[in-house]
């Protein structure tokens, strides 16, 4: 999937992750903070991981900033996240795939 501008899902507060999103031409670039890193870091960037590749994302640059979010809640802001930035506005495949 191909990503036309800059976007942003989710918020700041507890229990959810921010997710913004840019197109760029260097692979997948992930730039992770969580107030739950030492227990869930790998996990977290797992999953936004498999999200991506999922999507068919091959470039992008991420910063997310995690405040404890679960992965439904993680796998729900990167999907909202990456159909804003490919600007999709109608049929959207909701967890097609995931």
């Known amino acids: 999937m191909q990503l036309k501008k800059s976007a942003i899902a989710g ?3 507890s229990s959810d992750v921010q997710i913004m999103i840019e197109p760029s031409q260097n692979g997948i ?3 992770l903070t969580s107030s739950v ?3 869930y870091g790998k996990q977290i960037k797992s999953t936004i991981l498999t ?3 999922n ?3 091959e470039n992008a640059r991420l ?3 995690d405040k404890g979010a679960v992965d439904c809640t993680i796998k729900a ?6 159909f804003r930035a490919a600007e999709i506005k109608e049929n959207l ?6």
């Open 93 to 98: 495949p909701w967890g097609v795939n995931m």
């Open 77 to 82: 802001r990167v999907e909202c996240a990456v």
């Open 29 to 31: 670039e992930l730039f």
């Open 51 to 53: 999200t991506l590749a």
């Open 11 to 13: 918020t700041l507060e």
């Open 37 to 39: 890193m030492n227990l």
């Open 63 to 65: 910063t997310v900033v």
């Open 55 to 57: 999507l068919g994302v």
